[in-house]
T-cell receptor, first 116, second 110 residues
């Protein structure tokens, strides 16, 4: 079955440092890949996505590239801010059913703490 | 434009009891999915409802059941609660592709 593996946290960085959170996946076929962010006490917010190999998703300074050859979707940001402190989840969705979207398979999450 | 609304926000139940959680999808969305997020873990897919029927189901026992109403809102029911059912229950709605998540219901079983 499908699975997602993320680097364990917490990751603690100083403001303006470079961020990488590793994510690898196992899936049949060609899944869509996502990064979600969860702030304390809130639900999940979609950060970025990529739907096919070599696609780059980007949003709010965050980027991730769909690498089929390495089955990876690492999250990067050039300069983190204190406001980026949150838990980040890598997820995949396989194709198949039309309408309504397919189920998401999540990693265990990586907590990011950014300090001044 | 209201997003996904879940109620209640917090709930405490005793082992063996039954619980019902509610979800109102984002306006225009016709599909509702439910996820269980244990503390420190990623969300796990419970099931998805579309056109008032369960369309997909994850690896959860029959104690977990659901319903979707004609207005697309949904309920998650859990019978015979166990301590291990304590978690954040997330509802996500969608139309075609792209999910919107609610803030969740925090269920504590004592």
């Amino acid at each position: 079955g499908n699975s997602v593996t993320q680097m364990e946290g917490p990751v603690t960085l100083s403001e303006e440092a470079f961020l990488t959170i590793n994510c690898t996946y196992t899936a049949t076929g060609y899944p869509s890949l996502f990064w979600y962010v969860q702030y304390p006490g809130e639900g999940l917010q979609l950060l970025l996505k990529a739907t096919k190999a070599d696609d780059k998703g980007s949003n709010k300074g965050f980027e991730a590239t769909y690498r089929k050859e390495t089955t990876s979707f690492h999250l990067e940001k050039g300069s983190v801010q204190v406001s980026d402190s949150a838990v980040y989840f890598c997820a995949l969705s396989d194709r198949g059913l039309t309408g309504g979207g397919n189920k998401l398979t999540f990693g265990t999450g990586t907590q990011l703490k950014v300090e001044l | 434009d209201a997003g996904v609304t879940q109620s209640p926000t917090h709930l405490i139940k005793t082992r063996g009891q039954q619980v019902t959680l509610r979800c109102s999808p984002k306006s225009g969305h016709d599909t509702v999915s439910w996820y269980q997020q244990a503390l420190g873990q990623g969300p796990q897919f419970i099931f998805q409802y579309y056109e008032e029927e369960e369309r997909q189901r994850g690896n959860f026992p029959d104690r977990f059941s659901g319903h979707q109403f004609p207005n697309y809102s949904s309920e998650l029911n859990v019978n015979a609660l166990l301590l291990g059912d304590s978690a954040l229950y997330l509802c996500a709605s969608s139309l075609a592709k792209g999910y919107t998540f609610g803030s969740g219901t925090r269920l504590t079983v004592v």
